[in-house]
């Protein structure tokens, strides 16, 4: 039994690239996807999780998403949505629209992991079942507390891979999902860095049983992490950093043919908005050369909304007073954004490898390591980086409008200090 199954992640609807908007790109993306699922015959739309970038997403973010549900829906019966929660969802916000979406039919929300949750059969178009998919959302701090965090991860992948066994039938498929770090996965540096902290989060590949597909949605960049059996990011449609720029942002298409080896043919999707830097290295260079880029840059035209979005990057030396301003003004005549503008400052040249490197790019726990580093005979010991990976999560979904998560995970954890408390009283009676 056969299943086309499109896989696609980290849309991150309402980001910013520095203040930029992003909508535009995200509604011509939606544009593009609802015609692939009639190109490549889709049976199955699978969203591994961060829908949108924010806990409390924007209206305008809502309505990009209940928009591509009702089209996709209506234009295609017979399809499926199957959707996760990622680290930037709020499990609650995602999931409160479930009695309208279950109206419209056929599409899942999987927000917080809990104990019961069971595989969902995926459909072919005659309506037989060619499959079933075993849904894991991101896996919060709190589900996974204790001495042995990816112990606990490889307890619910192994529980939702026999609930997968348990409904199997010959000639049926087998997929699993996952929001998460794994290692040897290639990061993008600047988007991601601020989500994923230490190796804490970075799970062996070996932590997902052998199944068809295994979908991953947390980092931007599409690649394989494992080939037989395979286990992949579908990647971000969209390039979220400036140093996501230079590859191809894709969807993954997935033929399921009951226990063969799933075939995977990726699509790239058309960048609506083309993504700049000067230079194209990413480095910073000197003045004169930053203005002979500048001056090859084409000539005002056409549409400016549709302009490509640049950044500039000028090093220290040579770089005149205003530099904004002369900046500007050969961008005058230009068919470009700029939206950023970065200025190598002098004296901090000593970090790193020459580029100047600020607190946003080092990320949080980062910043900790390199305080106790700078304090001799100091170094943060793994319990340590444990609680300040802990608080980072809790202060970054915090700072993502994810207050009723974070109040509800806090009450859980009290309750569960104040059982221990009295089963340690009892204990000592
Ligand atoms: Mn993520």
Redesign the pocket.
Known sequence: MKLNLLHTS?WHLGIELKDFDRTLEHRMFLTWLHGALAEHAIDVVLIT??VFDHGQPSAEALRLWFGFLVAATRDHPHLQVVVIA???DSPQRLTMADPLLAALGRIHVVGAWHDDLQPLPLYERSGAVAGWLGPVP?LRSAELAGADPLGKVRAIYATMAQRLAAVTREGQAQVLTG?CFVQTATLSPNS?RN?IVGTLEAWPVDVFPAVQYVAL???HRAQTVRAAQVVRYAGSPLPLAFDERNYAHQAVVVQLNGAEQAQMQTVTVPRAIGILCIPDSGEFAPWPLVQVELAKLPLATGDRTLWPLLEVRVSADGAPLHLRQEVEALLADRAVRMISLRHHAEGAGDIGDGALETLEELGPLEVVRRMYAATPGSELADAQEATVHTLIDLAQRLQMGQLEDVRQEREAWLAARKMELQVLAAAGE
């Open positions: 980290d999780g961060d990622g680290n930037h991101y929001h991601e989500t949605g947390h980092l």
